[in-house]
């Protein structure tokens, strides 16, 4: 390996584990308004695929994730432990990944803004489409009182932080950092 393909790596690391560390840092705070808080996990899942890109972005998701899993306070309310994964919002957590990589492939593959607004909007659904299925499953809750409970509160505020989103990662982007 060469000098400058050892840098990139590192690069890559570095900017990587930033993005994981935003995450863990951003998505503890919330707003309790029933068993879904809202925080600022999206933002920074949106953030992370804009910015880094589908595998990347997976990637820092994941690790947030795993963090969260073996107990660190990551997640909302300052929780962590692997109860989070097992409870009826659990498939919220789990679809913070495919949300990051759908907002990646957008965001690589067209790399316009408005590709990366269409990729959170998809992702988004995505994760909606799962969380609320697992909470369904595992809370007996029927489709419709899950998605007024878990989705259409959350509806104006992710509109918010995909604007907010798409803004920021367009100039963090143009600083090259993706390499």
Known sequence: MSKTESKVKIRD???TA?????LCIISPFSIPIGPVGITLATFGVYLSGAVLGWKRGGIAVAVYLILGF????????????IQRLAGPTGGYLVGY???AVITGLFADK??????AAVG???????LYALGT??????SGTGILPALGTCVLPFLPGDAVKIACAVGIAGKIRQ???RG
């Open 133 to 138: 299925a697992w909470f369904c499953v595992m």
């Open 13 to 15: 690391l570095t900017v």
């Open 175 to 177: 600083l090259e950092i």
């Open 70 to 81: 073996i107990g660190l306070p990551v997640f909302s309310g300052f929780m962590g432990g």
């Open 120 to 126: 959170m909007l998809i992702g988004t659904a995505t």
């Open 97 to 99: 990944i495919p949300c």
């Open 18 to 22: 930033v993005f994981a560390a935003i």
């Open 110 to 115: 067209i790399g316009k803004k408005w590709a």
